[in-house]
């Protein structure tokens, strides 16, 4: 008896070529355009939350649905927002930075894609079967414990989470692996451009911390499904140990999701000041410091919880410490620029927008590195500015430049100008106009997660204007969703090297041919493309 193959071609076309694809480029596409709708949904649950607190004593969103609305914002936010986008990037980007065909173990990264993608399905279908998470990003005991909420909204947001650490521990070893492994002959890792050298930082720090919030996220749920300990008060549990085992991953987190933006701030600075970057080594050296700081910071989070005055300044001046390395970084940066020729670019806009905006949220960071201050800003709005000018002024401010940075080699399509400026200008305005005014209700006394509050208390008018700001960032993203959409069929041609690169990715076409490099190339420089073009206009 015969046995025929199916007949099959060469090559899937269509839809099933990207369900089968293990192309790093086509893989982060599939990270990048899931990232930004689960990004978009977030900014819709926070829309609705900014809805329901612009005027007092509002009932459009009762307190139930509010409680989930926020919790499943920051989560989408952070979870499947930031942190995905950063993955497209490290799968775009990284392999034409180093001189690599493909990543280490390409089906291991698609497998990252369709796990993560797993895990962020599960969690948003939660809203459809009435079982939204209710806890907050952060799921403190014993509110999440079986005695205080019984639904299984928060079953569902612990597996969610193990699906999505999964996926983020499989990417990070396999661009832990194909960053020390493959990269082209001669490039030495001072050699390596910044954006690859803060994507294996990340991957170690991802790999180090999501061990911790497993560990936790097990104990959590044996306590519900098992009637388990671990943080059952009644029992002689200590609920505490849970905020431990959160913040100890939930501080290296902060820099999980800043350092690749501070990567591809690194890249942008100096292409569009026509300088190098203005103290490499000292550079990559602050972003490992960072790195390394992150596990020594984590009870700045506590300080209200009464873990006694010696903790208490142990990290006061940890968490003060830890600005100095980053300070450093905001240095060389403004070195980069300084004496530059500066293109103002959108790239080059969102990039210095996110400079002024990260500074802008450290400076509060700092305010909180002191016990007493902190006291009076905990779990106010003033913590909810503070962080959302670190990760939407920061994070989203330099993913945004990166992806009108690296859109001319991604589609070989150039985008309008003209509408990202409108897009940049919108986006910086709505996030001022949305999140500064929270430093004021916060000071005023505004608590956090509060879905409704009485009039005359001072909250009123900021709150309305936090209301309208989001409007400008709602109007700014659907502009910056025109605009790729459109220029990817109808764009100018861009050409392998529209910004004058200084990488190896700018040396390929664009897009870049599915086998990257025809020759692979041998680095003998830094910034070895510039210095290449230099030595060919010799």
Known sequence: MTTLAIPRPVHPTGIWSWITTIDHKRIGVLYGVTAFLMFFSGGL??????????????????????????TMHATTMIFLGVMPLSAAFFNFVVPLQIGARDVAFPRLNAFSYWTFLGGALLLKISWFTHSAPNGGWFGYSPLTGITYNLGHGIDVWIISLQVLGIASLAASFNFIVTILNMRAPGMSLMRL???????????????????????????????RAFGMNFFNVAAGANPVLWQHLFWVFGHPEVYIL????????????????????????????????????????????MFTVGLGPVANSVFTVTTMLIAVPTGIKVFNWMGTMWGGSISYKTPMLFAIAFVSMFVIGGISGVMHAVAASDAQQQDTYFIVAHIHYVLFGGAIFAILAGTYYWYPKLTGRMYDEKLGQWHFWLMFIGQNITFFPMHFTGM?????????????????????VSTIGVLFLLVGFLI???????????????????????????????????????????????????????????
């Open 444 to 464: 005023n006394g505004m608590p956090r997660r509060i879905y409704t509050y009485y009039g005359g208390m001072g909250w009123d008018f900021w709150n309305m």
């Open 480 to 538: 910056f969703i025109h605009n790729m959409a459109r220029s990817w069929k109808k764009g100018e041609t861009a050409g392998a090297d529209p910004w004058d690169g200084r990488t190896l990715e700018w040396s390929i076409p664009s897009p870049p041919p599915e086998y990257n490099f025809a020759e692979i190339p041998n680095v003998l420089d830094r910034d070895d493309w510039w210095e290449e073009k230099q030595r060919r206009r010799e």
């Open 45 to 70: 649950e926070a829309f609705l939350i900014r809805v329901q607190l612009a005027r007092p004593e509002q009932n459009l969103i009762t307190p139930e649905i509010f409680n989930q609305l926020f």
């Open 258 to 301: 800043i350092l690749p933006a501070m990567g591809i701030v690194s890249e942008i600075l100096p292409v569009f000041s026509k300088k190098p970057l203005f103290g490499y080594a000292t550079v990559v050296l602050a972003g490992v410091i960072i790195a390394f700081m992150g596990w020594m910071v984590w009870s700045h989070h």
């Open 193 to 223: 451009p910044l954006f690859t050298w803060m994507t294996m930082v990340t991957a170690i720090l991802l790999v180090l911390a999501f061990p911790v919030i497993t560990v936790a996220l097990i104990e959590l749920y044996f306590d």
